[in-house]
């Protein structure tokens, strides 16, 4: 069963944002290509990402609780619902489809 994952106002969120207005809220970050990467390092890792035309980076203070879940508009998991930089940070599609979203609001 796919698990929603609920991040919580007042704390900042990590995003990719793609050139079609898709949004990617970072669900994970690793440290297996950047040993020494650590959590306060994440609201600069945009200037070390080298990203595909178009894509930017950003970090926000959640005004509310977000929640995201993996399903996709025919409401079954799908790995094309997340996506990796380089680092193999983890980042997971915030997405509207046929009156549905897999996030309770875009961030």
Same mark, same amino acid.
């Given at each position: 069963m796919q698990q929603d994952v609920v991040l919580n106002q007042g704390? $900042?969120?990590?995003i990719? %944002?793609?050139?079609?207005?898709m949004t990617f809220v970072m669900q994970s970050y690793c440290i297996a290509v950047d040993k020494n990467l650590t959590y306060e390092d994440l609201p600069?890792?945009? #200037?070390?990402l080298n990203l595909p035309e178009g894509w930017s980076y950003r970090t926000k203070i959640l005004e509310k609780d977000l929640t995201v879940n993996g399903l996709t &508009? %025919?409401?079954? $998991?799908n790995q094309w619902t997340?996506?990796?930089d380089e680092f193999i940070?983890?980042? #997971?599609a915030c997405w509207e489809c046929?009156?549905? #979203? #897999? &996030?309770n609001y875009r961030p």
């Open positions: 704390q $900042p969120i990590f990719l %944002d793609a050139p079609n207005g600069n890792l945009g #200037s070390r &508009c %025919d409401g079954k $998991p997340v996506t990796q940070n983890s980042y #997971s046929g009156g549905q #979203s #897999s &996030c």
